[in-house]
Nanobody
Framework: QVRLVESGGGLVQAGGSLKLSCAAS????????MGWYRQAPGKQRELVAT???????NFADSVKARFTISRDIAKNSVYLQMNSLKPEDTAVYYC?????????????WGQGTQVTVSS
């Protein structure tokens, strides 16, 4: 059974940092790609960052040079390090994972964690 559990959200002042964690089961190797999306009030969910099973990363332009994504295979976890946070980064952040089974993509989502950046 696939399960993604986020943690690490909270309230931080602008310019501060937060690190989000996503614990994945059964394990990170089960997925072709893992990543983070976010959704601010009244806005559509948007991509923040992804990391493939090969370690390739991709970032939204709005977070490049401020956010990094990484994974710890031993802990079956993916992380999002967020630096130089801005009020516009305020959103619910969702961990996501995708795997291909018999040529069909399957997407999975965590329950989300709130990040609030005060000005």
């Amino acid at each position: 059974q696939v399960r993604l559990v986020e943690s690490g959200g909270g309230l931080v002042q602008a310019g501060g940092s937060l690190k989000l964690s996503c614990a994945a089961s059964p394990n990170v190797f089960s997925f072709d790609t893992m990543g983070w999306y976010r959704q601010a009030p009244g806005k559509q969910r948007e991509l923040v960052a992804t990391i493939t099973s090969g370690g390739s990363t991709n970032f939204a332009d709005s977070v490049k040079a401020r956010f990094t994504i990484s994974r710890d295979i031993a802990k079956n976890s993916v992380y999002l390090q967020m630096n130089s946070l801005k009020p516009e980064d305020t959103a619910v952040y969702y961990c996501t994972a995708r795997r291909t089974v018999l040529g069909v993509w399957h997407d999975y989502w965590g329950q989300g964690t709130q990040v609030t950046v005060s000005s």
